[in-house]
């Protein structure tokens, strides 16, 4: 079946998300971001999952109305199996066994990390797809791993965080700052106006192919409490180098660890996914290795690096063309390997 709508879902966070694509086209994208989050500085699993049972049936609809199409119409059902919160997960997967038995039609079960790469293969007008193999770096809130990806559905992990994920760091660094939650945008945005060398933080040592970021939280810690000590003033007079300098060592971490992966793999085909590909120092960073290390860099549309069910949609379309169809004694999985 060519022709095919796949109704995809996502709830494995705190994104309630739906879409519809139609062979690599993303018909609707609907997002319901949960606001909740920001008063606590971060996801709170109990509250997610609750609002994800409020959010789920609307945004659904949503996505089927914006795609201007009818239930019947849908082809199959992709939803996120995990890895994720467990109480956020069950919400979409109740829900999508469910309504797919209704219809009857078939169920996809789709892995969270693999669809932020296959996020790559939704078609956007003016950008080309990653050619086999690439290397993948999705960093997020959640996730900072590197990927070698051989085929759709041949994947292996080659270097991932052994504590905080790259997100994480911004957003902690930031609430050390005084930043509301997340912090990550705002500290690109004070970065574009500092000096990037004013101050130094450290970059912690692990296998080359990995990520650690707990260490670095510790360091602006005692580095901003030393300096307050000396100057109450010290954040609010020095945020943008303070935010610029951070970044910057972020950045070149993250550019690092990827120079590793290509001398290790012989890859020089670079796709990057996730909320923190945003970042204005990671995208200028990638621009450079093009010049510089004769890279080719993809970079997905925003809405397509966060959270999404357009990615989970693209999966389920994949999945759907070989007939990789889940039983509906499927379950949640709140940790999963490729
Ligand atoms: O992918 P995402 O929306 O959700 C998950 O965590 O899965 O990523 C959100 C993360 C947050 O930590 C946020 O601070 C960070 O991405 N982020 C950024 C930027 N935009 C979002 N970090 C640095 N610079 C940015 N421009
Ligand atoms: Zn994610």
């Given at each position: 079946e060519n022709n095919c709508f796949i109704l995809g879902i996502e709830s494995s966070c705190d994104d309630t998300a739906a879409a519809v694509i139609?062979?690599?086209?993303?018909?609707?994208?609907?997002?319901?971001?949960?606001?909740?989050?920001?008063?606590?500085?971060?996801?709170?699993?109990?509250?997610?999952?609750?609002?994800h049972q409020q959010n789920i049936v609307p945004v659904v609809h949503q996505a089927l109305r914006k795609a201007n199409i009818d239930k019947?119409?849908?082809?199959?059902?992709?939803?996120?199996?995990?890895?994720?919160?467990?109480?956020?997960?069950?919400?979409?997967?109740?829900?999508?066994?469910?309504?797919?038995?209704?219809?009857?039609?078939?169920?996809?079960?789709?892995?969270?990390?693999?669809?932020?790469i296959l996020a790559h293969f939704i078609k956007v007008e003016g950008q080309t797809v990653p050619?086999?193999?690439?290397?993948?770096?999705?960093?997020?809130?959640?996730?900072?791993?590197?990927?070698?990806?051989?085929?759709?559905?041949?994947?292996?992990?080659?270097?991932?965080?052994?504590d905080d994920a790259v997100g994480e760091a911004f957003d902690k660094a930031g609430k050390i700052l005084g930043l509301p939650y997340p912090a990550g945008p705002l500290i690109d945005r004070y970065a574009?106006?500092?000096?990037?060398?004013?101050?130094?933080?450290?970059?912690?040592?692990?296998?080359?192919?990995?990520?650690?970021?707990?260490?670095?939280?510790?360091?602006?810690l005692y580095f901003v409490e030393r300096e307050v000590a000396k100057d109450p003033d010290f954040i609010s007079e020095n945020i943008e180098d303070i935010c610029a300098s951070l970044q910057f060592t972020i950045v070149s971490y993250l550019m690092d660890k990827l120079k590793n992966a290509v001398k290790h793999t012989?890859?020089?085909?670079?796709?990057?996914?996730?909320?923190?590909?945003?970042?204005?120092?990671?995208?200028?960073?990638?621009?450079?290795?093009?010049?510089?290390?004769?890279?080719?860099?993809?970079?997905?549309k925003f809405e397509y690096c966060t959270d999404n069910a357009a990615m989970i949609a693209m999966v389920g379309e994949l999945k759907f063309k070989k007939e990789m169809f889940a039983t509906n004694e499927v379950t949640a999985k709140a940790r999963m390997k490729f």
């Open positions: 139609n062979n690599g086209i993303v018909l609707s994208n609907v997002v319901a971001t949960q606001k909740i989050h920001e008063e606590y500085g971060g996801v709170v699993p109990e509250l997610a999952s609750r609002a019947n119409d849908v082809s199959a059902i992709a939803f996120t199996r995990g890895p994720g919160l467990m109480g956020s997960l069950l919400v979409g997967t109740s829900f999508s066994k469910s309504f797919a038995m209704g219809l009857k039609i078939p169920l996809v079960d789709v892995d969270h990390m693999q669809a932020h050619k086999f193999p690439f290397l993948a770096m999705t960093i997020s809130g959640g996730h900072t791993q590197i990927v070698k990806v051989t085929d759709y559905f041949s994947m292996e992990v080659i270097g991932q965080t052994i574009k106006e500092g000096d990037p060398k004013r101050f130094k933080f450290p970059k912690p040592k692990v296998d080359p192919m990995d990520f650690s970021f707990s260490g670095l939280k510790t360091a602006v012989g890859i020089k085909e670079i796709a990057i996914g996730g909320g923190v590909s945003a970042n204005s120092g990671i995208r200028n960073a990638l621009i450079l290795a093009r010049q510089k290390y004769g890279w080719t860099t993809h970079i997905p």
